[in-house]
């Protein structure tokens, strides 16, 4: 069952679950706040939840407020894309063959495709070519991290997500990565496969889960950072 409260002017999600604690988060790009928490939990209890965390709270508002935003993309000639952190620029090719994008140099990438294409079907090849890029980069971070955790993913996927860069299902040993970490440094696509498999090992975060991060990618908080400051995304936001 979802509801919603207002709390100190900010509008709250809550969703009840059969869950032991409650969680709190706040999601790009304008900075709403979700509460999951136990069914039995009434809304004055989250009510004076909410309140106690309103600093933290307004902190992230502020920093998705702050971070930089990409126009939405019209997929023409000289628009600026990004690949692995590094800008590109975007040069559309006639092309009666079959779609396909190709990286000419260290600053331009062709999408070649036939010249009645609209924006939606380049857009369409451009992440079709991310979801590639993704797929060659991903198993060898895996082969690489699990002995290090000592875990074992049954099933990974690519998909996008509008509020997460990953998450895992623990029961079923499942990850998903977030396609749009295509576009950011191979350092932050890392921290999230380690952040992702740590959750199969520890599901909140909490010290346990911190414990497990320091100690297998020291420099975590600096790749978080990192992905933090690297511009969003244009998206049309609905929930």
Not at 27 to 44: C, F, K, Q
Not at 97 to 109: D, E, L, M, Y
Not at 152 to 181: F, Y
Not at 195 to 218: Q, T, W, Y
Request: glycine fraction near 4%; charge should be positive.
């Amino acid at each position: 069952m979802n509801t919603k409260i207002r709390v100190g002017g900010v509008a709250v999600q809550i969703v009840r679950k059969d869950i032991k604690n409650l969680h709190l988060g706040v999601y790009p790009p304008s900075g709403w706040v979700r509460v999951a928490v136990p069914l039995r939990v009434s809304n004055e209890a989250v009510r004076l939840a909410v309140i106690g965390k309103l600093g933290w709270i307004k902190r992230q508002r502020a920093r998705f407020e702050a971070q930089p935003r990409l126009s939405e993309r019209e997929m023409v000639s000289g628009e600026s894309h990004f690949v692995l952190g590094q800008r590109f620029r975007l040069c559309v090719v006639n092309h009666e063959g079959a779609a396909k994008v190709v990286v000419r140099n260290k600053s331009t990438i062709e999408l070649r495709m036939r010249r009645e294409t609209n924006t939606e079907q380049r857009a369409r090849v451009l992440q079709r070519w991310y979801r590639q890029q993704l797929k060659q980069l991903i198993p060898p971070l895996l082969e690489k991290w699990q002995p290090v955790l000592s875990v074992q993913v049954a099933d990974w996927a690519i998909k996008r997500m509008k509020t997460k860069w990953g998450c895992c299902n623990v029961e079923a040993g499942r990850v998903w990565l977030n396609l749009e970490l295509a576009k950011k440094p191979v350092q932050c696509l890392e921290y999230i496969v380690v952040h992702e498999l740590a959750h199969l090992l520890e599901r909140h975060h909490n010290d346990r889960f911190i414990a497990l991060m320091d100690k297998s990618l020291p420099k975590w908080r600096m790749h978080r950072d990192e992905l933090n400051r690297a511009p969003l995304a244009h998206e049309t936001w609905s929930y």
